[in-house]
Protein backbone atom coordinates (compact mmCIF):
# COMPACT_ATOMS: atom_id res chain seq x y z
CA UNK A 1 0.00 0.00 0.00
CA UNK A 2 1.42 3.21 -1.27
CA UNK A 3 -0.01 6.96 0.15
CA UNK A 4 1.17 9.85 -1.59
CA UNK A 5 0.96 13.44 -0.49
CA UNK A 6 -1.28 13.59 2.43
CA UNK A 7 -1.63 16.11 5.42
CA UNK A 8 -5.55 16.74 6.53
CA UNK A 9 -7.57 14.38 8.32
CA UNK A 10 -11.20 14.15 9.52
CA UNK A 11 -12.04 11.67 12.12
CA UNK A 12 -15.67 10.64 12.82
CA UNK A 13 -16.75 8.37 15.75
CA UNK A 14 -15.25 4.52 14.17
CA UNK A 15 -13.04 6.00 11.31
CA UNK A 16 -9.80 8.24 10.37
CA UNK A 17 -9.81 9.69 7.25
CA UNK A 18 -6.78 10.78 5.18
CA UNK A 19 -6.30 12.32 2.23
CA UNK A 20 -3.33 11.25 -0.91
CA UNK A 21 -3.33 13.22 -4.09
CA UNK A 22 -6.07 11.55 -6.09
CA UNK A 23 -8.19 9.42 -3.57
CA UNK A 24 -9.69 9.55 -0.16
CA UNK A 25 -9.05 6.71 1.96
CA UNK A 26 -10.40 5.46 5.44
CA UNK A 27 -8.01 4.03 8.37
CA UNK A 28 -10.77 1.84 10.77
CA UNK A 29 -9.47 1.11 14.36
CA UNK A 30 -9.73 -2.40 15.92
CA UNK A 31 -12.72 -2.85 16.95
CA UNK A 32 -11.81 -5.66 19.70
CA UNK A 33 -10.00 -2.91 21.58
CA UNK A 34 -12.42 -0.18 20.76
CA UNK A 35 -13.30 -0.25 24.39
CA UNK A 36 -9.93 1.31 25.13
CA UNK A 37 -10.40 4.26 22.75
CA UNK A 38 -9.31 3.89 19.03
CA UNK A 39 -6.12 2.07 18.31
CA UNK A 40 -5.81 2.26 14.79
CA UNK A 41 -4.93 -1.11 12.93
CA UNK A 42 -3.45 0.51 9.76
CA UNK A 43 -6.11 -1.01 7.90
CA UNK A 44 -6.28 1.15 4.86
CA UNK A 45 -9.52 1.47 2.61
CA UNK A 46 -9.69 3.53 -0.31
CA UNK A 47 -13.16 5.13 -0.51
CA UNK A 48 -13.25 7.40 -2.95
CA UNK A 49 -11.32 7.73 -6.66
CA UNK A 50 -9.15 5.47 -8.37
CA UNK A 51 -5.80 7.18 -8.51
CA UNK A 52 -6.56 8.66 -11.68
CA UNK A 53 -6.71 11.89 -10.23
CA UNK A 54 -9.65 13.29 -12.35
CA UNK A 55 -12.56 14.56 -11.07
CA UNK A 56 -16.05 12.85 -11.87
CA UNK A 57 -19.18 12.15 -9.61
CA UNK A 58 -20.17 8.55 -8.98
CA UNK A 59 -19.97 6.07 -5.83
CA UNK A 60 -16.79 4.85 -4.28
CA UNK A 61 -13.95 3.99 -6.38
CA UNK A 62 -16.19 4.79 -9.66
CA UNK A 63 -15.43 8.39 -8.83
CA UNK A 64 -12.78 10.08 -9.15
CA UNK A 65 -10.83 13.00 -7.27
CA UNK A 66 -7.69 15.56 -7.87
CA UNK A 67 -5.85 16.87 -5.36
CA UNK A 68 -8.66 16.51 -2.47
CA UNK A 69 -7.62 18.60 0.69
CA UNK A 70 -9.91 20.20 3.51
CA UNK A 71 -11.55 17.36 4.99
CA UNK A 72 -14.54 17.31 7.67
CA UNK A 73 -17.41 15.30 8.80
CA UNK A 74 -20.71 17.16 8.24
CA UNK A 75 -22.64 18.11 11.93
CA UNK A 76 -25.23 15.40 11.02
CA UNK A 77 -22.54 12.83 10.66
CA UNK A 78 -23.66 11.77 7.68
CA UNK A 79 -21.09 13.20 4.87
CA UNK A 80 -17.37 13.52 4.60
CA UNK A 81 -17.12 17.38 2.56
CA UNK A 82 -13.65 17.90 0.87
CA UNK A 83 -12.02 20.74 -0.68
CA UNK A 84 -10.72 19.81 -4.44
CA UNK A 85 -8.37 22.16 -5.12
CA UNK A 86 -6.97 21.30 -8.80
CA UNK A 87 -10.43 21.09 -9.79
CA UNK A 88 -11.64 24.08 -7.97
CA UNK A 89 -14.41 22.35 -6.47
CA UNK A 90 -16.42 21.44 -2.78
CA UNK A 91 -17.22 17.75 -2.94
CA UNK A 92 -19.40 15.50 -0.74
CA UNK A 93 -19.52 11.75 0.25
CA UNK A 94 -22.11 10.30 1.73
CA UNK A 95 -21.07 7.97 4.34
CA UNK A 96 -23.70 5.81 3.44
CA UNK A 97 -24.36 4.56 0.14
CA UNK A 98 -20.91 5.98 -0.98
CA UNK A 99 -22.03 8.32 -3.40
CA UNK A 100 -19.94 11.57 -4.38
CA UNK A 101 -21.40 14.74 -5.38
CA UNK A 102 -20.05 17.75 -6.51
CA UNK A 103 -21.39 20.97 -3.90
CA UNK A 104 -20.44 23.80 -5.90
CA UNK A 105 -17.02 25.68 -8.60
CA UNK A 106 -15.24 24.44 -11.12
CA UNK A 107 -14.38 26.99 -13.01
CA UNK A 108 -11.30 28.86 -11.00
CA UNK A 109 -12.39 32.52 -10.28
CA UNK A 110 -13.41 34.71 -7.85
CA UNK A 111 -17.51 35.14 -7.99
CA UNK A 112 -19.95 35.41 -5.10
CA UNK A 113 -24.04 33.61 -5.37
CA UNK A 114 -25.94 30.84 -5.72
CA UNK A 115 -23.94 27.87 -5.32
CA UNK A 116 -24.71 26.70 -8.14
CA UNK A 117 -22.44 29.64 -10.44
CA UNK A 118 -19.96 30.77 -7.21
CA UNK A 119 -16.78 30.41 -8.59
CA UNK A 120 -13.46 29.69 -5.80
CA UNK A 121 -9.64 29.24 -6.89
CA UNK A 122 -7.64 26.33 -5.45
CA UNK A 123 -9.93 25.66 -2.40
CA UNK A 124 -7.95 24.30 0.77
CA UNK A 125 -9.30 24.64 4.32
CA UNK A 126 -13.04 23.88 5.47
CA UNK A 127 -14.38 24.61 8.95
CA UNK A 128 -18.31 24.70 10.35
CA UNK A 129 -19.70 27.37 11.83
CA UNK A 130 -20.62 26.03 15.00
CA UNK A 131 -23.53 28.92 15.56
CA UNK A 132 -25.15 26.85 12.57
CA UNK A 133 -23.54 23.63 12.21
CA UNK A 134 -24.83 23.16 8.70
CA UNK A 135 -23.05 26.34 7.44
CA UNK A 136 -19.28 26.07 6.22
CA UNK A 137 -16.50 28.74 5.95
CA UNK A 138 -14.02 27.83 3.39
CA UNK A 139 -10.73 29.36 2.54
CA UNK A 140 -9.09 29.25 -1.45
CA UNK A 141 -5.83 31.44 -1.77
CA UNK A 142 -6.67 34.23 -1.17
CA UNK A 143 -10.07 34.81 0.59
CA UNK A 144 -12.12 33.46 2.93
CA UNK A 145 -15.43 32.47 2.12
CA UNK A 146 -18.74 31.61 3.64
CA UNK A 147 -21.65 29.38 2.77
CA UNK A 148 -25.02 29.42 4.24
CA UNK A 149 -26.56 26.14 3.27
CA UNK A 150 -30.09 27.20 3.73
CA UNK A 151 -30.09 30.56 1.61
CA UNK A 152 -27.75 28.64 -0.46
CA UNK A 153 -25.73 31.68 -0.79
CA UNK A 154 -21.92 31.99 -0.70
CA UNK A 155 -20.44 35.20 0.15
CA UNK A 156 -16.86 37.12 1.43
CA UNK A 157 -15.70 37.43 4.50
CA UNK A 158 -12.17 38.14 3.84
CA UNK A 159 -9.30 38.87 1.12
CA UNK A 160 -9.91 39.49 -1.84
CA UNK A 161 -9.09 37.65 -5.97
CA UNK A 162 -5.26 39.37 -5.74
CA UNK A 163 -3.35 37.10 -3.47
CA UNK A 164 -0.93 39.97 -0.73
CA UNK A 165 -0.25 40.56 2.81
CA UNK A 166 -2.50 43.36 4.89
CA UNK A 167 -4.54 43.42 7.99
CA UNK A 168 -8.15 44.93 7.21
CA UNK A 169 -11.45 44.66 7.59
CA UNK A 170 -13.40 42.58 5.15
CA UNK A 171 -12.06 42.73 1.48
CA UNK A 172 -9.79 45.07 2.46
CA UNK A 173 -7.32 42.34 3.90
CA UNK A 174 -4.94 40.32 2.26
CA UNK A 175 -3.76 36.33 2.45
CA UNK A 176 -2.25 33.97 0.16
CA UNK A 177 -2.83 30.75 0.54
CA UNK A 178 -5.18 29.80 3.36
CA UNK A 179 -4.53 26.24 4.17
CA UNK A 180 -6.01 25.84 7.79
CA UNK A 181 -9.52 27.45 9.35
CA UNK A 182 -10.28 27.11 13.37
CA UNK A 183 -13.49 28.66 14.28
CA UNK A 184 -13.52 29.18 18.30
CA UNK A 185 -17.13 27.60 19.43
CA UNK A 186 -18.28 30.82 20.24
CA UNK A 187 -18.33 31.79 16.60
CA UNK A 188 -16.70 35.35 17.12
CA UNK A 189 -13.65 34.03 15.62
CA UNK A 190 -11.96 32.53 13.08
CA UNK A 191 -8.23 31.47 13.51
CA UNK A 192 -6.45 31.49 9.67
CA UNK A 193 -3.32 29.99 8.69
CA UNK A 194 -1.41 32.09 5.98
CA UNK A 195 0.91 29.71 4.73
CA UNK A 196 2.65 31.83 2.11
CA UNK A 197 2.96 35.34 4.75
CA UNK A 198 4.37 32.91 7.35
CA UNK A 199 1.49 33.85 9.74
CA UNK A 200 -1.46 33.14 12.05
CA UNK A 201 -4.00 35.31 11.49
CA UNK A 202 -7.55 36.20 13.55
CA UNK A 203 -10.66 36.78 11.87
CA UNK A 204 -13.11 38.89 14.47
CA UNK A 205 -16.41 37.50 13.10
CA UNK A 206 -18.62 40.17 13.78
CA UNK A 207 -16.65 43.08 12.18
CA UNK A 208 -14.98 41.35 9.64
CA UNK A 209 -11.49 42.84 10.97
CA UNK A 210 -8.42 41.05 10.06
CA UNK A 211 -5.13 41.06 12.25
CA UNK A 212 -1.84 39.07 13.00
CA UNK A 213 -1.50 37.12 15.75
CA UNK A 214 0.90 35.31 15.38
CA UNK A 215 4.48 35.25 13.42
CA UNK A 216 6.78 37.90 11.41
CA UNK A 217 5.38 36.86 8.19
CA UNK A 218 9.55 35.65 7.72
CA UNK A 219 10.07 31.61 6.33
CA UNK A 220 12.09 30.61 9.71
CA UNK A 221 11.09 29.15 12.92
CA UNK A 222 11.54 31.02 16.08
CA UNK A 223 10.36 31.31 19.53
CA UNK A 224 8.65 34.38 20.73
CA UNK A 225 5.65 36.40 21.44
CA UNK A 226 3.02 36.72 18.72
CA UNK A 227 4.60 38.65 16.03
CA UNK A 228 7.60 38.76 16.86
CA UNK A 229 7.83 34.99 16.98
CA UNK A 230 8.49 32.68 13.52
CA UNK A 231 6.83 30.19 11.83
CA UNK A 232 7.31 29.04 8.64
CA UNK A 233 4.67 28.03 6.35
CA UNK A 234 1.58 27.08 8.87
CA UNK A 235 -0.49 24.34 7.64
CA UNK A 236 -2.99 23.54 9.91
CA UNK A 237 -4.51 24.19 13.43
CA UNK A 238 -6.42 23.13 15.88
CA UNK A 239 -6.84 23.38 19.86
CA UNK A 240 -5.24 21.52 22.36
CA UNK A 241 -7.87 19.13 24.01
CA UNK A 242 -5.49 17.45 26.70
CA UNK A 243 -7.21 17.20 29.90
CA UNK A 244 -5.25 19.70 31.70
CA UNK A 245 -5.46 22.66 29.26
CA UNK A 246 -8.18 24.80 29.79
CA UNK A 247 -10.65 24.65 26.77
CA UNK A 248 -9.86 26.18 23.47
CA UNK A 249 -6.95 28.58 25.51
CA UNK A 250 -3.82 27.11 23.73
CA UNK A 251 -3.82 26.32 20.11
CA UNK A 252 -1.58 23.89 18.36
CA UNK A 253 0.12 24.69 14.85
CA UNK A 254 1.57 22.40 12.30
CA UNK A 255 4.24 24.07 10.00
CA UNK A 256 7.05 22.85 7.99
CA UNK A 257 9.34 20.22 10.52
CA UNK A 258 7.41 21.66 13.51
CA UNK A 259 4.98 21.79 15.47
CA UNK A 260 4.08 24.88 17.51
CA UNK A 261 1.90 26.03 20.50
CA UNK A 262 0.39 29.12 20.70
CA UNK A 263 -0.79 29.95 24.34
CA UNK A 264 -4.21 32.29 25.15
CA UNK A 265 -2.60 35.89 26.89
CA UNK A 266 -6.27 37.05 28.85
CA UNK A 267 -9.04 35.77 30.05
CA UNK A 268 -10.09 39.07 31.50
CA UNK A 269 -12.54 39.69 29.17
CA UNK A 270 -14.73 36.26 27.30
CA UNK A 271 -15.18 38.07 24.06
CA UNK A 272 -11.65 39.67 23.64
CA UNK A 273 -8.70 36.40 22.86
CA UNK A 274 -5.09 37.96 23.43
CA UNK A 275 -2.49 35.48 22.38
CA UNK A 276 0.71 35.91 23.26
CA UNK A 277 3.75 33.26 23.67
CA UNK A 278 4.40 30.81 20.76
CA UNK A 279 6.41 27.78 21.18
CA UNK A 280 8.00 25.15 19.35
CA UNK A 281 6.83 21.26 20.69
CA UNK A 282 8.74 19.07 18.36
CA UNK A 283 10.81 20.09 15.51
CA UNK A 284 12.29 17.82 12.67
CA UNK A 285 15.78 18.86 11.80
CA UNK A 286 16.24 17.13 8.74
Not at 48 to 68: K, L, N, Y
Not at 83 to 98: F, S
Request: net charge positive; with cysteine.
Amino acid sequence: MRVTNTAPFAIDAKELFSRPTTNVRVIVPRSALAAAGPVWSGVVTTVVGDGTGESRDGVGTSARVASPRGLLISANGKFLIFTETERHRIRRYNLADGRVSTLFGGACGFKFDQSSSAAVTCPDALCVDPLHNNNLYIADLTSIRYWDTASDQVTLIAGDAKDGYADGVGSNARFHNVTGLLCHPNGKTLFVCDRVNHCIRKVDLPSLSVTTIAGDTKKRTRDGTGVQCSIDGPRQIVFDRSPNVKPNSVLLIAAIKSIRRFEQKSWHHPTTLKWSIVQTLHRRII
